[in-house]
């Protein structure tokens, strides 16, 4: 396993918002792996930069300094259309809000990824299968007003999914459902991570979801620790 190329790595990467007063780094030299299929969570306190990592993790911010390899090609340094090609086909996102198009139905709302750069051939198919595997295939025409918090937060996974990317990154994916939305989220998207195998990165606030997944790292102080299953 070890000799593989991991799927994302990050090397030594620090990140420093410039502001006000002397910058601090949010980001102190953080090591990362993460194997394909494989799930972990992040913990830590408010404000200590979990959303920072991910959104180096998913290319949608860059580090300061170090590196972030996926499949072993460097998509630090990827142009702005390469960077967003590559995120679009190879990385999903769900976030604690839904974000979906109030406008749109869950189908549509699914199938707006695949609007960007591939042709909706198989699309729909997909969009259907998906929401069929989140439970909402009979909720394809509702839009997200007419919909639970649960249900559109599943929705969101159905279109984070619809690409079939190779990371899925959840921020806080749990963060506004009541204790049972939650752990039946989590293992809805665990579910996902084995069948489909990919790889699953949350971060969360709870101890309880962070359990439920492969190894748990903490974030402290800009640097991350293992606190449980594989060694960084
Ligand atoms: P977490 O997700 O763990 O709550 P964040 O990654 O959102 O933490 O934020 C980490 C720190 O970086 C916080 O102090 C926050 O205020 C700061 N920060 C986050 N985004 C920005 C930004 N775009 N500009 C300046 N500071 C930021
Ligand atoms: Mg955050």
Known sequence: MSEQVPLLELRRVFKTYPGAGEPAPVLNGVDLRVASGESLAIIGPSGCGKSTLLNIMGTLDAPTSGTVTFDGRDVVTLNDRERAEFRNRSI??????????????????VLVPTLVNRQAKDARERGMHLLERVGLANRKDARPGELSGGECQRVAVARALINTPRI??????????????????????????????????????????????????????GALTARRGNAV
């Open 168 to 221: 899925l990154l959840a921020d806080e994916p749990t963060g506004s459902l009541s204790r049972e939305g939650a752990l039946d989220l989590t293992k809805l998207l665990l579910e996902l991570n084995q069948e489909e195998r990919i790889a699953l990165v949350a971060v969360t606030h709870s101890l309880e979801v962070a359990a439920m997944l492969g190894c748990i790292y903490e974030l402290n102080g």
């Open 92 to 109: 999903g996102f769900v976030f604690q809000f839904h974000h979906l198009l109030p406008q749109c139905t869950a189908l549509e709302n």
